[in-house]
Every structure is written in C-alpha cells, then in structure tokens.
T-cell receptor, first 114, second 111 residues
Framework: DVKVTQSSRYLVKRTGEKVFLECVQDMDHENMFWYRQDPGLGLRLIYFSYDVKMKEKGDIPEGYSVSREKKERFSLILESASTNQTSMYLC?????????????FGDGTRLSIL | GDSVTQMEGPVTLSEEAFLTINCTYTATGYPSLFWYVQYPGEGLQLLLKATKADDKGSNKGFEATYRKETTSFHLEKGSVQVSDSAVYFCARKEAGTALIFGKGTTLSVSS
C-alpha cells in the first residue's frame, strides 16, 4: 500500500513564526501536492511538484513556499505564519500527472496559528 | 466558475436508506472522475473512479457512472450503514493537471 506520511498531526505556532510542514511518500511517486482544507471551501491546491526541484503554483500559493530536494519528500513552508493560515493541511502524491492516476493522501496536519 | 459542484450537505439518513450525492463538473477535455471519502480524523481515501464516458466505478457498495452527456458523476449506495458517515468529495482530473475537488458533502447515518 502507498504510504504518505505527514510529520505532525497537530501543530500550534505563533504569528510571525516560520513553519515547516513535512511530507514523505514511499512509492517513488513523481508528483506531490499540498492542499489546505477549510469548512465550506473544500480542498484548495497550494503548490505541487512534478519532479525533484520542480514546483508549480496552485490556486492559493500566497504566503507559502515549497521545497522538493528529494523525490520522496515535499515540504510546505509558511514564511511568516498568520492567523488566516490556521487550517488542515493535506499532502498527496501520485504517479505521472498526465495520466489517470489517483492521488494518495496523508492523514493531514491540523495547524493552529495563535 | 466552479469546476466541480456537489450538492450541499449535510445529508442525514437512517441506516439502510438509499443514498445519492450529486456531482457535476465542467472540463475542457475528457477528465477522469473520482470520489474520495474522509472519515473523521483521517485523510482522504480513494473510494472509486471512472476514466471515460459510461464507465461505472464501484467499491464498498458505492457506485458512480460517468455521464458525459449530463457532465455528472453522482454517487449512490443502495443501503447505507452508520459506518458510512463521513465527508465525500467528488473530484476531476484532466491530463497534465492536479485534481480539482468539490467542496465536500457530509453524510450522517443514524441507527
């Protein structure tokens, strides 16, 4: 089975802190994704990556950056956390984006910014 | 406009009732369609998928048929159980893009 592991289930940080959310997958997937999930808004794509050192902006990239130094790891970075970034963050991975492959999700990180 | 539109919830049913959760989509090409389920406190799990018109995806008693003429992918189950209580997301994917999700529909089943 595909395993997508997010480093923390719950995280509490303060406004202005630099926050790192880590995600690791064990299936050699080329593609990795970061979403945030908010009530009434569903899942919104923040960033995705098709390969090591490659990144593409999703629908809501403002206030975030990402890093993909190794194929199995995709990090989401909040450069200066703000309260409106309190949310559930979901990481996903899949084989090539140009096909019909489903995305496999981690269990999520519930982030609170105080 | 929205790429994937789901019926708004919550949907509240009694055990053994029939379930329909409507989903329609917009796309420029021929997308693949998916239903994901999120149980309380967990991430999303793939429930079923269909990759071309008239395909029927099925899993755990759930079914959905890819209807190109109505651009729909409605989720159905003949007899729901309490354990089916979850949030259900419809999603579409075109070649070269990431998944686009609907806003989710919460299902609550009581015994």
């Amino acid at each position: 089975d595909v395993k997508v592991t997010q480093s923390s289930r719950y995280l509490v940080k303060r406004t202005g802190e630099k926050v790192f959310l880590e995600c690791v997958q064990d299936m050699d997937h080329e593609n990795m994704f970061w979403y945030r999930q908010d009530p009434g808004l569903g899942l919104r794509l923040i960033y995705f990556s098709y390969d090591v050192k490659m990144k593409e902006k999703g629908d809501i990239p403002e206030g975030y950056s990402v890093s993909r130094e190794k194929k199995e790891r995709f990090s989401l970075i909040l450069e200066s956390a703000s309260t409106n970034q309190t949310s559930m963050y979901l990481c996903a991975s899949s084989f090539q984006a140009a096909g019909n492959q489903p995305q496999h999700f981690g269990d999520g990180t519930r982030l609170s910014i105080l | 406009g929205d790429s994937v539109t789901q019926m708004e919830g919550p949907v509240t049913l009694s055990e053994e009732a029939f379930l329909t959760i409507n989903c329609t989509y917009t796309a420029t090409g021929y997308p693949s369609l998916f239903w994901y389920v999120q149980y309380p406190g967990e991430g999303l799990q793939l429930l079923l998928k269909a990759t071309k018109a008239d395909d029927k995806g099925s899993n755990k008693g759930f079914e959905a048929t890819y209807r190109k003429e109505t651009t729909s992918f409605h989720l159905e189950k003949g007899s729901v159980q309490v354990s089916d209580s979850a949030v259900y997301f419809c999603a579409r994917k075109e070649a070269g893009t990431a998944l686009i999700f609907g806003k989710g529909t919460t299902l609550s089943v009581s015994s």
